[in-house]
């Protein structure tokens, strides 16, 4: 159990670095012009594969849940984590999705490139977000559960 627990935090810690980087620098990016944004942009080529890390961070929150079901509130901590992971697929598939797709990943320049680039940065900070918060949970889990 304690290096499911390590497994999880560890993995839900890393799947918050994309996201809690992109919210970091999200107030200086905002302020950028349509040439600057679309070349800064460039940056992110590449990091569809830190998904790899979320699925992973949700595979071990999930296995988390069900190897606490027998202490309530470790149970109900690790389950509202991966309900909070499972939300930023949510947030992703819901508005960041469709925002690289109306700019051809960021490489095709819209009318509206203005409101989807609000879309995509505000999509990022909720996921930061939610990702420590389920951070939170899932530590707060594994603190409060009791060997034996």
Not at 119 to 124: D, N, V
């Amino acid at each position: 159990m304690k290096a499911l627990q390590f497994l999880a935090v560890v993995l839900t810690a890393l799947a918050l670095v994309p996201g809690g980087a992109h919210l970091l620098v999200m107030p200086n990016k905002l302020g950028l012009d349509e040439a600057a944004y679309f070349s800064v942009q460039e940056i992110y080529r590449g990091w569809a594969l830190l998904g790899i890390i979320l699925v992973a961070a949700l595979a071990a929150d999930l296995a988390l849940v069900i190897g606490a079901r027998h202490q309530p509130v470790p149970f109900r901590l690790a389950l509202a984590g991966v309900i909070c992971l499972a939300a930023t697929l949510a947030v992703f598939f819901l508005w960041t999705y469709p925002a690289n797709q109306a700019t051809a990943d960021w490489t095709a320049v819209p009318d509206d490139w203005v409101a989807l680039r609000r879309q995509w940065e505000y999509s990022h900070a909720a996921n930061a977000l939610l990702t420590l918060a389920a951070l939170c949970l899932v530590t707060l889990s594994v603190l409060r559960w009791r060997p034996g």
